[in-house]
């Protein structure tokens, strides 16, 4: 029988973490911005049928970068969360809390347990009442949940995005303004100045879907012709 | 081994509520409370009798040029008690689609809640509404599972009504306790009300009715039930309630608000009470 080798808990952990970082940062953005009229989910990707935004109950929304085999598991399983626990106990039941700390169990668990770590980086959001009310976290590969106000920007280039949003945020912008100014963070780290709007996946959580919609669902996907449109208005 | 558990992937990979519940949190699923043969067992036909439930009654459905619509009275009864006069029987399934349940009030409104879930549940999963049929194949399903408890005598017969956006038409489907599906042309009620309701609609429905005059067949129908139906509830004008009414066109499912029933329900009562007739 061979012996393994000695390797020491801070030596391994440090490499799953760097390992789990690079396939993130080879991953495009996604930014998740809270506005006057809700929140805006902005990711850039080109495909108009594998998500990296999806609805996962009536105020709350999920958006990932990474490996999609990945987020997209995380994404279901967060649908059959909500859903099992918003028919067992009652709608209202269902936060953005309870959800994202189930996320960073799982995330925690196959960070120190299986032999790959999950290269993922996620964003659970809740849209409440009032910008105030409204619920952001993060969560990374290895379990930890940060629970962030205004707005987050995930995957590669993170940083240069996240500036660019930080300048440009207020808190009376409006869904065509949130929209505008995530359009603009993603393009930061490029050389060209816009984003073709097919290269672009958007979708909003409504404040007020109740009154404008009549529907307690406020996950509203939007589609190229949407997005020109919100974005043709005067700002 | 790559084989099999990609097999394996496979088989557990659904999208449907009811099936991930059979599999995680069996006891949650509304038929699998009582237990087939609780009291007399599954071979001797009738278990214990099962104390009285407030039961839902009369439903109509009919279609309507560009949709279809459905009302439903607001009674439920027990024995011979009125249970409630506030009860509500007709519910938006998902965006396109709406159901109506006569029979065991407790259970219908559970499997309501199941069916409601398991729609929006497969659009969040999969990122596309399940097609007009597959809706109705579902419930099919739902009312199946329910068989045992309805040989106790929790029977739940719902009617489907939806938008089929393929065809652009508007279709009805009805049910047997067996889950047997039966899709409906022009009109179709179900519940104890459902022999007065029916010629009514056959008397007042025709081809290419406008979405107001199909409001007033249904409610006037639902109106001749509840004449002849002690467990039907008529327009109340004393407690100002009204049928549930829900329409289904291109533009999604709506309920007609409040006022415009109140309205339609005045103008009946009138006509009836102007004609001074006894039956």
Redesign the interface.
Known sequence: MTQQFYVSPEQLMKDRADFARKGIARGRSVVVISCRDGIALVAENPSP?L?KI???YDKIAFAAVGKYNEFESLR?AG??YA??R???YDREDVTARGLASVYAQSLGAVFTAEQKPFEVELAVAEVGPGPKTDHLYRLTFDGSIADEQEFIVMGGQADKVSEAVADGWRGDLDFAGAVRLALAGLVADKETATLPVSAVEVAVLDRGSESSR??R?AFRRLDDADVAALLAEES | MQETSANQVAANATSSFTEHLQRSRPELLPYNALQPGAGGGPGTGAGTPVPPTPHATTIVALAYAGGVLMAGDRRATMGNIIASRHIEKVFPADQYSVLGIAGTAGVALDITRLFQVELEHYEKIEGTQLSLDGKANRLGAMIRGNLPMAMQGLAVIPLFAGFDRATGTGRLFSYDVTGGRYEEQEHHTVGSGSMFARGALKKLWRPNLSEAEAVRVAVEALYDAADDDSATGGPDPVRQLWPVVYTVSRAGAARVPELELAGVAGAIIEARAAAQREA
Do not use: A, K, L, N
């Open positions: 049928s998500h999806g609805e996962i279901q649908v059959r859903d099992v918003g028919y067992s009549g529907t669902r």
